[in-house]
């Protein structure tokens, strides 16, 4: 059983920073990509960010150059350092992990995380 634990939401004014953890804990084999989403209820899910195993990212055009993902892969960890935040960034924060554990390629997903963003 894998599981992505998630931490760092919370509340933060216009202009401020914060920064997502995301652990993925349990019977783990390998993982390749890790990944940020996010939601704001009545609408699809978006990629935020994706890190691969190899290090090369990709972000999301809304949020390029003012979010960085990275990752400690012999913690199992990957990390959203989001700066200079707006009100536009408002939404539930989800991990994804694709990996393997005793079967083949899965995707997880974390719980997802409340990040708003207010005066």
């Known amino acids: 059983q894998v599981q992505l634990v998630e931490s760092g939401g919370g509340l933060v004014q216009p202009g401020g920073s914060l920064r997502l953890s995301c652990v993925a804990t349990?019977?783990?084999?390998?993982?390749?990509?890790m990944g940020w989403y996010r939601q704001v209820a009545g609408k699809q899910r978006e990629l935020v960010a994706f890190?691969?195993?190899?290090?090369?990212?990709n972000y999301a055009d809304s949020v390029l150059g003012r979010f960085t993902i990275s990752r400690d892969s012999a913690k199992n960890t990957v990390y959203l350092q989001m700066n200079n935040l707006n009100p536009e960034d408002t939404a539930v924060y989800y991990c994804?992990?694709?990996?393997?554990?005793?079967?083949?390629?899965?995707?997880?997903w974390g719980q997802g995380t409340q990040v708003t963003v207010s005066s």
């Open positions: 890190i691969s195993s190899g290090g090369s990212t």
């Open positions: 349990g019977n783990i084999r390998s993982i390749n990509g």
């Open positions: 994804n992990v694709d990996g393997r554990s005793t079967g083949p390629l899965y995707t997880w």
